[in-house]
């Protein structure tokens, strides 16, 4: 096109983001007139209604450009980058023009972007810490009725022995198949210790989640 003319893309801008977080857009202007043009990105003034009006702040202000100023050639384009970001949850809108060195044929007015500031979820660590205590107390539960199966049907030792008494293999030999005769189980060192094992880990994960 014969004179300055640029082209805008896209024509509004869309943003969200959480309370507080930043989000970035950007506009690509692309100089497909003749001549070089100069641009400022100006935000057009805030239409209030009268219950924004009384408002402790403009919510415009949560939109901001950078490089708002530059110059561009016949041919050239440029990427300019728009921010939005808002301690509080809510929506809002503003609009911003091109004001350009020569005027524009066709001017760039009224480019609308719309922001979405959303409210995280406060209670999420809380919830997951909650989720994570009774995955644990479901697997303390789980290992309790095991080990309380092994125990019923394979009995290692008596109440009250005098201490060391079953590291005696002689004694681990009578009293595991003692107890264990009608199951046909029959003593071996490396099945005492497999069993003593289980619970000495489970007294262990018991006494670590205990609360």
Known sequence: SEGPHLEASPGRLQFQA???ELCTRSITLRN?????VAFEWVRDPAQHSYQEAILPDDSTDRFTCKQARDRILPGRETTIYFSFSSRTPGVFTTSWSLSTRPELLEPI???????VATQ?????EKREALQASLREQQILHQAQELVDDIV???KL????????????TIVQER?????????????????????????QRLDAFKARVAP
């Open 18 to 20: 959480g309370a507080g």
């Open 32 to 36: 497909s007139g003749t001549a070089a």
């Open 109 to 115: 007015t009224g480019v609308v972007m719309h922001g």
């Open 120 to 124: 995280g979820d406060l209670l999420q």
């Open 152 to 154: 019923d049907a394979v």
């Open 157 to 168: 030792r008596q109440p009250r022995l005098p201490e060391g008494y079953l590291e005696n």
């Open 175 to 199: 009293l595991f198949e003692d107890a264990n005769r009608e199951l046909g189980l029959h003593y071996t060192p490396h099945a005492w210790e497999t069993l003593r094992g289980i619970a």
